[in-house]
T-cell receptor, first 115, second 109 residues
Framework: EPEVTQTPSHQVTQMGQEVILRCVPI?????FYWYRQILGQKVEFLVS????????KSEIFDDQFSVERPDGSNFTLKIRSTKLEDSAMYFC?????????????FGSGTQLSVL | LAKTTQPISMDSYEGQEVNITCSHN???????ITWYQQFPSQGPRFIIQ???TKVTNEVASLFIPADRKSSTLSLPRVSLSDTAVYYC??????????FGKGTTLSVSS
């Protein structure tokens, strides 16, 4: 089965630093997503992205966050000035058509630790 | 978006059948019911989806009564490797899946 690939698997950063989390969605998928999961809590939606634009974003996705598809394969999440509470597992996901009820494919995540 | 209610946790032993029920009283006509599985330190993985009656695949079965106000995920003969969190999702917000707290299934030998 095709996979969503995320790098790095672990990222440690100092508070106030910028981080970029990277994802390679499945090649023929058109919709991309970022989710996060704070330790012991539920998986939270951050943002969806289609055709080089944000489709939807949650209240978590504030001005500190941005997403980009810099080339034909990568999809990135940037956190401009990290805070301690940004420590979480960040999951990238993709889907083929972005239709309601369509299966999402998730990556294995990047564990972000902000010190 | 339909509110879902499922047990916080369940315990089972290897070889048993496990049934996890999810309540979704305000499900909309167009909503499908989807279940995802999440192992520790991994992303959620699609298990099964249905609209009504019964759906079966190589991993699980999904039972949906006629009123669609609940659904039951059935895992036959669980093993230790089925220990995971199982999420019931009903409907989407735009194109985004919104996860609840899920059911933590612990399988013991």
């Amino acid at each position: 089965e095709p996979e969503v690939t995320q790098t790095p698997s672990h990222q440690v950063t100092q508070m106030g630093q910028e981080v970029i989390l990277r994802c390679v969605p499945i090649s023929n998928h058109l919709y991309f997503y970022w989710y996060r999961q704070i330790l012991g809590q539920k998986v939270e939606f951050l943002v969806s992205f289609y055709n080089n634009e944000i489709s939807e974003k949650s209240e978590i996705f504030d001005d500190q966050f941005s997403v980009e598809r810099p080339d034909g394969s990568n999809f990135t999440l940037k956190i401009r000035s990290t805070k301690l509470e940004d420590s979480a597992m960040y999951f990238c996901a993709s889907s083929q058509r972005g239709t309601a009820n369509e299966k999402l494919f998730f990556g294995s995540g990047t564990q972000l630790s902000v010190l | 978006l339909a509110k879902t209610t499922q047990p916080i946790s369940m315990d089972s032993y290897e070889g048993q059948e496990v049934n996890i029920t999810c309540s979704h009283n305000n499900i909309a006509t167009n909503d499908y019911i989807t279940w995802y599985q999440q192992f520790p330190s991994q992303g959620p993985r699609f298990i099964i989806q249905g609209y009504k009656t019964k759906v079966t695949n190589e991993v699980a079965s999904l039972f949906i009564p006629a009123d669609r106000k609940s659904s039951t995920l059935s895992l036959p003969r669980v093993s230790l490797s089925d220990t995971a969190v199982y999420y019931c999702l009903v409907g989407v917000r735009g194109t985004a899946l919104i996860f609840g707290k899920g059911t933590t299934l612990s399988v013991s030998s």
